[in-house]
């Protein structure tokens, strides 16, 4: 492969002529997704949804049925139930 030849060129404020080698060879783009890309992380591991239920009404009878905590309850009950797995 010969060598990159100089190319002149002259800046238009100070009237300089600069020689630059042309570069024959494309660059990466910046937002390559093949190189420095992270794993995907594991999927979490699916739940019997009536066994979520189960326990969410069960945190819900201990309250006394008392409202407004209901995503509370059901949150409990996933991490719950994920802890066992």
Do not use: C
Not at 34 to 62: C, G, M, Q, T
């Amino acid at each position: 492969m010969p060598a990159s030849k100089p190319v002149k060129r002259t800046t238009a404020a100070s009237g300089k002529t600069t020689a630059k080698a042309a570069s024959k060879t494309p660059s990466t783009p910046k937002n390559s997704s093949h190189r420095h890309s992270k794993p995907s992380p594991a999927p979490a591991p699916s739940i019997n949804y009536e066994e979520v239920a189960r326990l969410a009404y069960k945190f819900w009878e201990e309250r006394n049925y008392a409202h407004g905590f209901a995503d509370e309850d059901w949150q409990r009950a996933e991490k719950v139930i994920r802890a066992r797995s």
